[in-house]
C-alpha cells in the first residue's frame, strides 16, 4: 500500500519502522520543521526527519500542514493512505479527506478515555493501573474518529512518563502495522467510540511540574513520576541554602508516619523525608539547578543545612 507518514518526535520512530519494513511503499515522510532547541537555540531536526534521511525516504517540512503547497505535494505523491504518530498539529479535512482510503492515526490511551495531547503522564498522574494504544480513523473532532484497534497496556509502578512512552511507542508501532494490513486486506472494522466516556489530556505547561506540598504523598509521588522527562517535578530549595529550585526525578511514599508540609524531617540513607498534606514523601534522588543527577543522601551531605527547613518557600 502506498502511505504517507506523518510525525515528529522519537515516539514515531517505531511505527514508521514496522510500515517501512512491513513491505509497504513510503511515498514520503512529513514532519514538523526544525526547531531552536538548547541552550544555544540552534536549529534541530526532528527524529522523524533524521531517520526518514538514514532511509532515503522523500521528506516533507510543511510549516502548515493545510498550506496548499503541502496539499499539492501530497496529490502529487498519491498516496493510498495517510498514517498519522505525533506529527504536532491539527491536521485539517482538507488533507485527510485526499487518500481513497481515508487517514488513520496512532494514540497512546485506551480511547475514548485521555483524548488530547498529553494522555501518558495524564494517565499516571490519575493513578491509573492501565492504558493503551489505539488505531483510529481520522475525523472532524479531536481523536473522536472510529477505532479501528486497541491493546492494552499495564501501568507499572515504577512506570515514569517516559519509560511508559517507550513501551506504548513499541506496542503501538506493530499495532498500526496490524491495522495497515487490516485496511489492505479490506478485513478492518471502524467501531464508533462512546461519547459518554470521553476523557480529555491537555497539554502540560512547565508550571505542571511545581510541586505543591499540602497535596498527599501519593500525589505527588504520581506527579514525580507522571513528568518525567518534562517538564519534571520539582520545588524551591532556597530556604536551604541549596540551589533555587530542585528537581525530584525519584520518591516514594513512607506510610504511617506524618510531618509539617513541605518541612524536610530527616535526611539519612534511604533518602530525604518531607511532610505533605497526608503522609511523608521520602525523596531518593535529585537534580539541583544547573547540576547533575544525584542521591538525595548525596545532596544531603552537600546541604547539611536542608534538614528542618521548608522546602517551597
Not at 506523518?6 to 517501512?20: E, Q
Not at 498527599?216 to 529550585?245: C, D, F, H, N
Request: aromatic share 4%.
Amino acid at each position: 500500500m502506498r502511505i504517507l507518514f506523518m510525525g515528529t518526535p522519537g515516539f514515531a520512530l517505531p511505527s514508521l519502522d514496522a510500515l517501512a519494513d512491513g513491505g509497504h511503499e513510503l511515498v514520503a515522510v512529513a514532519t514538523q520543521p526544525d526547531r531552536p532547541r538548547g541552550r544555544g537555540r540552534l536549529a534541530a531536526a526532528p527524529p522523524v526527519k533524521r531517520r526518514a534521511i538514514e532511509r532515503g525516504l522523500r521528506l516533507l517540512q510543511p510549516a502548515s500542514p493545510g498550506e496548499e503547497r503541502f496539499l499539492a505535494e501530497v496529490r502529487e505523491a498519491a498516496p493510498d493512505l495517510i498514517a498519522v504518530v505525533a506529527y504536532g498539529n491539527f491536521l485539517p479535512q482538507a488533507l485527510w479527506g485526499l487518500p481513497p482510503r481515508g487517514a488513520i492515526n496512532l494514540h497512546p490511551s485506551l480511547l475514548p478515555r485521555y483524548r488530547g495531547a498529553a494522555p501518558i503522564p495524564r494517565a499516571i498522574l490519575a493513578g491509573e493501573r492501565e492504558t493503551g494504544v489505539t488505531v483510529l480513523y481520522l475525523g472532524e473532532g479531536m481523536d473522536a474518529g472510529d477505532i479501528i484497534a486497541q491493546e492494552r497496556v499495564p501501568i507499572a509502578p515504577d512506570d515514569t512518563g517516559g519509560t511508559l512512552a517507550e513501551i506504548l511507542s513499541l506496542r503501538g508501532g506493530a499495532l498500526l502495522a496490524a491495522a495497515v494490513r487490516s485496511i489492505e486486506r479490506g478485513t478492518s472494522v471502524r467501531t464508533p467510540q462512546d461519547e459518554s466516556a470521553a476523557t480529555f489530556a491537555p497539554k502540560l505547561a512547565k508550571s505542571d511540574g511545581l510541586i505543591d506540598w499540602r497535596a498527599p504523598a501519593e500525589e505527588i509521588a504520581l506527579r514525580v513520576r507522571a513528568l518525567q522527562p518534562w517538564p519534571g517535578a520539582y520545588t524551591s530549595a532556597a530556604a536551604a541554602g541549596a540551589p533555587r529550585m530542585l528537581k525530584i526525578l525519584e520518591a516514594s511514599v513512607c506510610a504511617g508516619e506524618s510531618g509539617e508540609t513541605g518541612r524536610v524531617l530527616r535526611c539519612g540513607n534511604e533518602g530525604i523525608r518531607v511532610g505533605t498534606g497526608r503522609g511523608v514523601l521520602v525523596i531518593r534522588t535529585v537534580q539541583p539547578e544547573g547540576g547533575r543527577a544525584m542521591t538525595a543522601p548525596e545532596f544531603a551531605r552537600g546541604h547539611r543545612g536542608i534538614e528542618g527547613t521548608v522546602l517551597g518557600r
